[in-house]
T-cell receptor
């Protein structure tokens, strides 16, 4: 079963704008990760945030985590056409080796 | 190899046939995972190996699905008596184990299975 619920399911913005995607989950986690998937391709890891962290940055990506609300957000700043993809949050429910439970994803389209 | 390799990339079969999907993980990655992704959905966990043994097979939908990893490297996902509902992209991923593990999984491009 899917642990994460992502919102919105689809997002279409203009190039240069910021894109924000949200993820909510149900049970306590060790960490939360965001992955990107281009159409017809495998998933690529973007960023990992641990349960004791509140915010993390990587390049144009900013991730926040609110464990009290069981939610996370991914912000992509200054979007580019190449950012068009599906974005998935994934939660690691046990410590150690990562059995990740994925959400349903947000399909992001960046219009040039 | 440089990345996770999956073969075949596409497989079309008829209902009732037997199918094998292969995954060659990144060299040195002890952990190997199989996921299934239906159209428009997120990946769904099937099974996870630590070395040669299946540490967690709780995601396998029924006994028609079986996976092996006899030498702790290459893994094969086997599906017997395929049904149309088995049509999906089957994704393989690998990772290191702690303490070397950084938490992320490295995915292959997937094997797209179509059951007619």
């Amino acid at each position: 079963s899917q642990q994460g619920e992502e919102d919105p399911q689809a997002l279409s913005i203009q190039e240069g704008e910021n894109a924000t995607m949200n993820c909510s989950y149900k049970t306590s986690i060790n960490n939360l990760q965001w992955y990107r998937q281009n159409s017809g391709r495998g998933l690529v890891h973007l960023i990992l945030i641990r349960s004791n962290e509140r915010e993390k940055h990587s390049g144009r990506l900013r991730v926040t985590l609110d464990t009290s609300k069981k939610s996370s957000s991914l912000l992509i700043t200054a979007s580019r056409a190449a950012d068009t993809a599906s974005y998935f949050c994934a939660t690691a429910l046990i410590q150690g080796a990562q059995k990740l439970v994925f959400g349903q994803g947000t399909r992001l389209t960046i219009n040039p | 190899g440089a990345g996770v390799s999956q073969t075949p990339s596409n497989k079309v079969t008829e209902k009732g046939k037997y199918v094998e999907l292969r995954c060659d993980p990144i060299s040195g990655h002890t952990a190997l995972y199989w996921y299934r992704q239906s159209l428009g959905q997120g990946p769904e966990f099937l099974i996870y190996f630590q070395g040669t043994g299946a540490a967690d097979d709780s995601g396998l939908p029924n006994d028609r699905f079986f996976a092996v990893r006899p030498e702790g490297s290459v893994s094969t996902l086997k599906i017997q008596r395929t049904e149309r509902g088995d049509s999906a992209v089957y994704l393989c991923a690998s990772s290191l184990l702690p303490p070397q593990n950084t938490g992320e999984l490295f995915f292959g491009e997937g094997s797209r299975l179509t059951v007619l």
